[in-house]
């Protein structure tokens, strides 16, 4: 009978599927993924498709501020970069999506590594505060340079298309953000498994000792904000893609905070806790809209006060997860699973 969970060598402990057991739940998983919008209505579509969105997002902030310990408060001025590069290439240069949506990518790129530029010379709350100017930057151009964003009109985006097939439905746009959502977090968890990974890690936990080693911080901080801004701008060319627009107030401030609350909740350091924090923080305040609705009709005075309370239990959840679950629902979920697994000797 089993009684421990032991692994004989680094290969072992990394690999991604431990055993037969694991291939065939996430078999079944994915087929339940595939089965969905045959079964689900045009709102349950409409919620996973956002969840997908801020999984990829999240994934790359994760990578970011989890794996490497570089935090970031801008992180939705990079999505906003993705969804308006694709949005631009769409509209004014006739590009299809499947090309516009990996320029979002490069481009978002390309600014993650400009304003990454600081985290070489600062850390901590110095580089929030300059993650935290790229925001508003970010938030002024989209405003402000109407020849190119329309600012505050914003730009109707198309739908994608595949051949003669439209994507302009929750059920077919939601194959599309699956395949996105499964290719992303299969990088991202074999990337951490890699040499980059350990490098990021190892920037994290202790900078100057990496550096000693012979970790270049220079490349690695740099490829880290690269990568991150990535996947942030791919996530922001398949919401616009999805939303068939694109204006200024799809990318506040908040939405940085609602990524960076998706990872401490989910767990920091944790792939599947990006995805966990993802499904969290989206399906929270759907939660929330639906007990809302249903108090109002009961007792209306009573809907009419939680209404606005919304925020203040999204926060407190927060703020509960940070004092009981530091490490987040991926901490849960591994001793959850190590219960099952060990028992009747798990402990």
């Not at 949005?87 to 979002?104: D, H, Q, R, V, Y």
């Not at 595949?162 to 929750?170: A, C, D, F, K, Y």
């Not at 992303?184 to 000693?212: C, H, K, Q």
């Amino acid at each position: 009978m089993r009684c421990g969970d032991f692994k004989a060598s680094y290969i072992k402990d990394e690999q991604i599927f431990q055993s037969v057991f694991v291939k065939f739940w996430l078999g079944l998983f994915f087929l339940g993924l595939l089965v969905l919008p045959l079964v689900a209505d045009a709102y349950v579509l409409y919620v996973a498709n956002l969840i997908g969105f801020a999984i990829v997002g999240a994934v790359g902030l994760n990578i970011l501020t989890g794996f490497t310990g570089q935090i970031s408060l801008g992180h939705a001025a990079f999505v906003g970069v993705g969804g308006y590069t694709a949005a631009i290439l769409m509209t004014k240069l006739n590009f299809s999506f499947w090309l516009a949506l990996p320029c979002a990518g490069f481009v978002a790129a390309g600014a993650g590594l400009i304003i990454g530029i600081p985290s070489l010379r600062v850390k901590g709350l110095y580089l929030c505060m300059a993650t935290l100017a790229a925001q508003f930057i970010f938030e002024f151009i989209f405003i402000h340079w109407e020849s190119m964003t329309h600012g505050i009109r914003g730009i109707n985006v198309p739908a994608p298309a595949l051949g003669s097939l439209v994507l302009n439905t929750e059920k077919r746009f939601y194959f599309l953000t699956l395949a996105v959502v499964v290719l992303a977090v299969a990088y991202a968890r074999n990337l951490v498994r890699s040499r980059v990974g350990r490098a990021f890690v190892a920037i994290r936990d202790r900078d100057l000792a990496a550096e000693i080693m012979g970790i270049s911080l220079f490349r690695y901080k740099l490829t880290a904000f690269a990568i991150s801004s990535f996947y942030a701008g791919v996530a922001g060319a398949l919401w616009v893609s999805f939303m068939r627009i694109v204006t200024p107030d799809h990318f506040p401030f908040h939405l940085s905070i609602q990524y960076l609350a998706m990872v401490i909740v989910g767990g920091m350091g944790s792939v599947l806790g990006s995805i966990f924090g993802a499904i969290f923080m989206v399906l929270t305040p759907e939660v929330l809209n639906i007990l809302s609705a249903a108090l109002s009709k009961m007792v209306p005075a009573a809907g009419q006060l939680f209404i606005p309370m919304k925020e203040v239990v999204f926060g407190a959840l927060i703020v509960l997860f940070l004092i009981f679950e530091p490490l987040g629902l991926a901490e849960i979920w591994r001793r959850v699973k190590a219960f099952f697994l060990l028992w009747p000797f798990s402990y």
